[in-house]
């Protein structure tokens, strides 16, 4: 048994123990934490309005020790934006994180533009962390190269973000805490080519996570939209 699984295991207890609680609605402790570090966005993307939202104060890293401190011991903390590389402090609070929360995994979602400050974060967070503890960094893929540029509104968007995954590669190769994946938005603006190119991923050995057109109070705004996100469900499952 090694040092990762160890600690896996000695949570299922606690997650079987959830399960029933969950079974009679009973109220449960949380064991996972999003986090958006920054609303703030260099990209443009047209299924994501955080990039329109006024500049506002984030959280310091005093202030993010005081909140972690009032919660429990977490399975996952995924830390998102905006574009969570606009803070220059990101690896000191994915250390905060692992130090307070002593998750399983830490998740950090990225556009892939900033290279280099990704690749440093990644340097310096991921010996750090104990054997129990497993860093995922993605990067937004929206397709093959013309309909990620279209989705992020930038022809340079794919290039710096293939860049980006090229590098982690390389470190993930030395570094084993650290896992390389796609996050792959499907959307209507690329819908139609999206399992093609999800396929290919595949074929050459790459792995991504899914997520689906989404309404929240920073992805997209208002009523009609909402009805919008809601009938590109409705017809994806549908066709499925």
């Known amino acids: 048994m090694n040092g990762a699984t160890y600690p896996m295991l ?62 429990p011991q977490l399975d996952a903390v995924r830390l998102t934006g905006g574009e969570p590389w606009l803070r220059k402090d990101m690896g000191e609070i994915a250390l905060l994180a692992e130090e307070r929360l002593r998750p399983l995994v830490l998740h950090v979602t990225s556009n892939g533009w900033f290279t280099d400050r990704i690749v440093r974060f990644a340097q310096t967070v991921a010996p ?76 050459h050995g790459e792995q991504c996570f899914i997520s689906l057109y989404a309404a929240s109070e920073h992805y997209r705004h208002g009523r009609a939209t909402f009805e919008e996100v809601a009938a590109f469900r409705r017809e994806l499952t549908r066709q499925s």
Not at 18 to 37: F, G, I, K, N
Request: charged letters at 30%.
């Open 10 to 71: 000695s949570r299922l207890p606690g997650l079987f123990r959830d399960v029933r609680r969950s079974r009679r609605r009973e109220p449960l402790l949380p064991r996972l934490l999003t986090y958006t570090a920054t609303f703030a966005c260099n990209a443009r993307c047209v299924m994501c309005d955080s990039w329109r939202l006024p500049a506002r104060q984030e959280l310091s890293l005093d202030e993010l020790d005081g909140i972690f401190a009032q919660l």
């Open 128 to 203: 750090r962390l104990p054997p129990r503890c497993r860093l995922f960094v993605t990067c937004s893929s929206d397709g093959p190269a013309a309909a990620h540029a279209q989705v992020r509104n930038s022809e340079a968007s794919y290039g710096r973000k293939e860049a980006t995954l090229d590098a982690l590669r390389d470190l993930a190769a030395r570094e084993p805490a650290l896992r390389i994946r796609h996050n792959v938005n499907v959307n209507p603006w690329n819908v139609d080519g999206i399992a093609d190119y999800v396929a290919d991923l595949d074929a």
